[in-house]
């Protein structure tokens, strides 16, 4: 028998990633089922985490510090991007789970890393996996700058020493709390 877990990450917590999240634990479940020489059968999920770094990833720290404890002889995860969108992290973790004879297998790529020419393939899916990700955060801080030219703001609504209003076009400014403007 072989011990697996499969890994599954969205990177917020909306409805339409929740779906998502659901239909991979529900595949995961289903993989497994295939495989009858598989044991253990953990899934380690986050749910509205990115994958650009590894703080806050709970359970996927879990998982990994688990597998080097040698509970788990394969990983199984969607694709790279979902595993990490950071090249460095990627390599360093996949190195390490591999000189501890530990391997991941990316499904949509197709890579396993226990066979020889695994490498240069993670590498450049890894590469794309953070391109992306820059990307899509240059897209977002570009809409929220156009967003706050026109009176959006963005932050907490409990700011000390300001109120959040609105006026009557519904655009939102701040409203300073005199008692607290000191």
Request: with cysteine; charged share 30%; hydrophobic share 35%.
């Amino acid at each position: 028998p072989i011990s697996v877990c499969a890994y599954c990450r969205v990177s917020t917590d909306k409805n339409d990633q929740k779906n998502s999240f659901d239909a991979l634990k529900k595949f995961f479940n289903s993989f497994f089922n295939e495989h009858k020489n598989w044991k253990t059968k953990t899934i380690f999920a986050d749910l509205g985490i990115s994958g650009t770094s590894l703080k806050k990833r709970d359970k996927f720290n879990q998982m990994i510090r688990e597998a080097k404890s040698g509970k788990y002889s394969i990983i199984i995860t969607k694709e790279v991007s979902r595993f990490s969108r950071n090249v460095q992290d990627t390599l360093n973790i996949i190195t390490e789970l591999h000189n501890l004879g530990v391997y991941v297998l990316f499904l949509t790529e197709d890579i396993y890393t226990e066979t020889p020419d695994y490498r240069e393939q993670l590498i450049k899916a890894s590469e794309q996996a953070e391109a992306e990700s820059r990307k899509t955060s240059k897209r977002v801080l570009w809409g929220q700058r156009r967003q706050m030219e026109n009176g959006v703001v963005f932050g907490r609504l409990e700011m000390f020493g300001y109120n959040i209003k609105r006026d009557n076009l519904n655009n939102q400014y701040f409203e300073i709390i005199p008692e607290e403007a000191q």
